[in-house]
């Protein structure tokens, strides 16, 4: 009996396993498809942008103009919907005078493809490319912003290119910490094949960078921002925010404004 039940556990944690492994795209990588609204119904002037992978993906984004603005913000956005998610994003960043470059991943939105750690790298160099190339941009002129998901997508982006900052929100250290987090019975990490290692990737970089995070994110832990920011090179700041995870920046938005335009002004551009 005894012998009968341990082989059903065997079985089971060997099934749980191999399902982690075969579907982990599919955990991670959340897309919608369905758009849900767009910037002109808050009324904000912005383009629909259309640009192509190098691998031949087509993708589509938002760029909303500021007047006069000196700086753009390239924004990469989490796992899950698409960017008519956040617009309140846009629209915060828009008030602080940037312009704003919002694009949506293979699979999400407008995009074509299939979601993919691969794939994302190849949408943030593309994206990167309409600025500096389309649109004549200078790289000091472009502030890289990732929130969870897109913190790993930019700090990629960042260890490739010189923007003029980096800043990363609610961020994780990589994803097989956070694996070994929520399945701390499974041997998630050799088995990890999308793994996004932003914490390797801030400790090689030369720009500016600004880690944000709130003690009370239910999804990515408090340490994983402080680890971040212990491992990031100077010039760096570190703004401890309230709320959760997917509403920080809104329930902590008059601080959250302030220091990030006051961070972008201060060395953005400057060379330090």
Known sequence: MLAW????????????????????????????????????????????????????????GWFAPAAEAEFTILFFHGNAGNISHRLDTVNLYHRLGFNVFIIDYRGYGQ??????????YLDAEAAWQHLVEDRQMRPEQIIIVGRSLGGGIASWLAQHHRAGALVLESTFTSIPDMAARQ????????????????????????????????????????????????????PKQFLKTAGGHNDGFLISQEIYAMELKGFIEKYAGRGE
């Not at 701390?184 to 500016?208: D, E, G, H, I, K």
């Open 183 to 234: 399945y701390p019975f499974l041997p998630v990490r050799p088995l990890a094949r999308v793994r996004y290692n932003t914490l390797a990737r801030v400790s090689t970089l030369t720009m500016p960078i600004l880690i944000v995070h709130s003690p009370h994110d239910e999804v990515i832990p408090y340490d994983h921002g402080r680890q971040l920011f212990e491992a990031a090179p100077e």
């Open 5 to 60: 039940m341990a082989g059903i556990a065997a079985t089971s944690y060997i099934s749980l396993t191999f399902l982690l492994y075969l579907f982990q795209t599919r955990l991670i990588f959340l897309p919608t498809t369905a758009m849900m609204a767009t910037p002109a119904s808050i009324g904000l002037p912005y383009e629909e942008v259309h640009f192509t992978a190098a691998d031949g993906v087509k993708l589509a």
């Open 111 to 120: 995009s074509e493809g299939r979601p993919s750690e691969a794939g994302s």
